[in-house]
């Protein structure tokens, strides 16, 4: 799971039953019937998945002689060994002026290190049979691999040079940075890309999470060698280190694989402090073009992870527009109305920030309409909240589709297992997410819709000027 979008990066949707994982639906004639049967087989499934994935897997905390610790469920039926870990600070920790560094960094790892250039490096992952690759995100620089058990030294022993001696060499760096500023260049004639990087300026002013990861034209063009191996040194250390691995391996082998790969890490992070921010809510934004579709998006106040009332404002979300077929949004908005093909809503978690966002898109001669509509659902929802019955089968959902969305695959595991890491949710988490699902009352669900959803939201559209209504 990519951690982030391009609009607004979600560290939470690796909790629910995650919408960005493609989730589609019928047109009106078909939805019902359709509907049905989803709702049908789900229960079944459902009912079996959650008991036999949580007996099924059993997290090991492993720590290792040099002090690194990682989550391990170990899985000998394939011998395929998958690592997913995570340095906090991502692209927050740019440098002004050099906006796109953390992201051109993790282009380049896999471009050369130690004694082995670019081609070398490249050949020697090609033999071990492995998959490497790093992203940046807004809060974290996230690293990845797969590798078949029998081929662990090898692929381990290139993990290891990538992590503590990237190379950086010139034309590797030349090479990865004309491929970012091409999509930049790309990107300036899309009016959605020009419309979500005015969105982010409007909504977080001079915050760090208002700038492109990618970086721009002038920025990247400014970033050195120097300054990469500088941010490596940096944001490279132990005390930021997240690490989970699923797969064929056990847990003293795990141990010396983890101080091989990390152990001579520097013990401190050096990064830039970050302040919280809130969302500069209350505004309209139009973004005129002359396009068939509008695009609209609204941002209403998020919750953090930590926060008491987190799960009341998940049931509530997914009431209101995070589940397939059956929320309150889809329902008005395509099911009865016909006026999009998709509409949904996503709790956006970030360390500094959070939101509520809901997005679809219409005829943009049905854009106004398709707002108001929007804007009725959401007031409904806020001064009502969901009834007993939908709080119940939401419920339901999303106890038995988390096995379905986060334990599907060793990576899908291994991502799941880092990012529970990083918001300090213990190692018995996926064994008491139901119980703290199924405790909610509706009455708190109804105080976190009041809560959330009585501001006035910040609002985008991206098309043809607004007719009035």
């Known amino acids: 799971m990519s951690l982030h979008s391009a ?33 049908l087989f789900l229960a079944i499934l459902f009912l079996v998945l959650p008991a036999l994935a949580a007996r099924a897997m059993d997290i090991q905390q492993v720590t290792s002689s040099k002090g690194i610790n990682a989550w391990l469920v170990e899985d000998h039926s394939i011998p395929i060994i998958a690592i997913r870990f995570v340095f906090d600070g991502g692209s927050t920790q740019d440098p002004a002026g050099k906006e796109g560094l953390v992201n051109l960094m993790t282009g380049l790892f896999d471009e050369g290190a130690g004694d082995l250039d670019s081609e070398a490096f490249q050949t020697r992952l090609d033999d071990a049979g492995a998959e ?7 809060d974290g620089t996230y690293g990845t691999m797969r590798m078949l058990a029998e081929q662990k030294d090898a692929a381990f022993d290139l993990l290891r040079l990538a992590v503590n001696n990237p190379r950086f060499d010139q034309a590797p760096i030349d090479r990865i940075r004309s491929q970012i500023l091409s999509g930049i260049i790309a990107s300036e004639r899309d009016p959605n890309t020009v419309a979500q990087t005015k969105w982010l300026r409007a909504i977080y002013g001079d915050h760090p999470y208002s700038r492109p990861d990618q970086g721009t034209k002038d920025s ?3 970033i050195t060698a120097a300054d990469l191996a500088a941010f490596h040194k940096a944001n490279f250390a132990r005390n930021g280190l997240h690490v989970a691995v699923v797969g064929d391996i056990d ?9 091989d790969v990390f152990g001579d890490l520097p013990e401190k992070q050096l990064l830039r402090p970050v302040a919280d921010t809130e969302l500069k809510l209350g505004q309209q934004l139009e973004v005129d073009y002359d396009l068939p579709q509008t ?13 008491p009332d987190f799960f009341p404002a998940v049931l509530m979300n997914q009431i209101l527009g995070g589940g397939t077929f059956t929320s309150r949004l889809y329902d008005e908005v395509r099911e009865k109305r016909g006026l999009a093909y998709s509409v949904d809503s996503n709790l956006v978690d970030h360390q500094h920030s959070n939101a509520l966002i809901i997005t679809t898109a219409t005829r943009s001669d049905r854009a106004a309409e398709t707002l108001g509509i929007v804007k009725d659902v959401v007031r409904k929802m806020a001064e009502e909240g969901p009834t007993e019955a939908e709080l119940d089968a939401t419920k339901k959902y999303m106890v038995g589709s988390y096995a379905i969305s986060n334990l599907d695959s060793s990576s899908a595991i291994a991502s799941t297992l880092v990012e529970l890491q990083l918001d300090n949710l213990g190692i018995d988490y996926v064994q008491r997410r139901s119980a703290l699902i199924n405790g909610v009352t ?9 809560k959330l959803l009585t501001a006035a939201p910040a609002i985008m559209s991206i098309g043809p000027k607004l007719e009035a209504k």
Not at 251 to 259: M, N, R, S, V
Not at 295 to 307: E, T
Not at 442 to 450: M, N
């Open 251 to 259: 847990a003293a082998t795990l141990k010396q694989k983890l101080d």
């Open 220 to 222: 990247i063009a400014t």
């Open 442 to 450: 509706l009455d708190q669900v109804k105080a976190a819709a009041k």
């Open 295 to 307: 695009s609209l998006q609204f941002a209403y106040p998020g919750v953090k992870r930590d926060a």
């Open 132 to 138: 490497m690759g790093f992203d940046a995100a807004r």
């Open 7 to 39: 609009v607004l990066p979600s560290r939470l949707m690796r909790h629910l039953p995650s919408p960005t994982r493609g989730e589609g639906g019928a047109w009106r004639g078909e939805g019902k019937a359709l509907r049905t049967f989803t709702t």
